[in-house]
């Protein structure tokens, strides 16, 4: 990915002006960039606080998490309500996960197919208990289903998701009736590439963003 004019998007999340860089994805699609990773540790301690005070009052016994950009979400959305525990589902195959349960997830950033997976010997941190399935940007919405749904399977009462950034809109349909469960701290539109620049794709905004929308070439 390479950086893209206007080169940043500017979004407020948890109180306070973020500014993505604009990357280019290939030759049509653009990108506002989150990668909390590298935002340091008071912006995951503050989005931490800020999800788990949207979650405090379902008491969640586990927060769960999937690799790699949802972890540090996980670990301080748990560390503000509380819990010792959480749980990370992967991605990445490993030895310890040849018979664990999966689901394909496909995501934005990535043209590979991928599975989430959870090790069949945490099941029993999930079975019977009541979980809030978290991760960083939710976009076309499938690693988050594909999360909630093996929280599902593994017996668990999913209770809320929480993401630090929603992008566009597609997530609703992908989810669904689920949709109801998300909290957000932000959330950005989608880029298409025209003229050399990105810029927003209207059908990727939610009615309230609409008016703040300046009239922009759709790409051939």
Same mark, same amino acid.
């Given at each position: 990915m390479r950086l893209i004019a206007p080169h940043h998007y500017d979004v407020e999340i948890a109180g306070k002006t973020e500014r993505l860089p604009m990357l280019a994805l290939d030759e049509q699609r653009a990108i506002a960039l989150l990668m909390d990773i590298d935002m340091g540790l008071a912006f995951a301690d503050r989005v931490g606080r800020a999800l788990a005070e949207r979650f405090a009052a379902l008491k969640p016994d586990v927060v769960v998490g999937s690799a790699t950009l949802g972890i540090p979400v996980a670990m301080e959305v748990s560390r503000h309500l509380g819990l010792d525990?959480?749980?990370?589902?992967?991605k990445s195959p490993k030895f310890h996960l040849a018979d664990a349960l999966f689901e394909p997830v496909r995501s934005i950033t990535s043209d590979t197919p991928q599975r989430?997976?959870?090790?069949?010997?945490?099941?029993?941190? &999930?079975?019977? /208990?009541?979980?809030?399935?978290?991760?960083?940007? %939710? !976009?076309? #919405? @499938?690693?988050?289903?594909?999360?909630?749904?093996?929280?599902?399977?593994?017996?668990?009462?999913?209770?809320?998701?929480?993401?630090?950034?929603?992008?566009?809109?597609?997530?609703?349909?992908?989810?669904?009736?689920?949709?109801? &469960?998300?909290? /957000?701290?932000?959330?950005?539109?989608?880029?298409? %590439? !025209?003229? #050399? @620049?990105?810029?927003?794709?209207?059908?990727?905004?939610?009615?309230?963003?609409?008016?703040?929308?300046?009239?922009?070439?759709?790409?051939?």
């Open positions: 525990r959480y749980l990370i589902l992967q989430l997976m959870l090790d069949r010997r945490q099941v029993p941190l &999930l079975q019977g /208990r009541r979980v809030v399935v978290v991760d960083d940007v %939710i !976009a076309t #919405g @499938a690693s988050i289903a594909a999360s909630m749904r093996l929280a599902r399977r593994a017996g668990a009462t999913v209770l809320a998701a929480g993401t630090i950034l929603t992008e566009g809109i597609a997530w609703r349909e992908a989810l669904g009736e689920d949709a109801a &469960l998300v909290h /957000r701290l932000g959330r950005i539109p989608r880029f298409f %590439i !025209a003229g #050399g @620049a990105a810029q927003i794709d209207p059908a990727s905004l939610e009615p309230d963003m609409l008016p703040d929308l300046e009239p922009a070439p759709m790409p051939h």
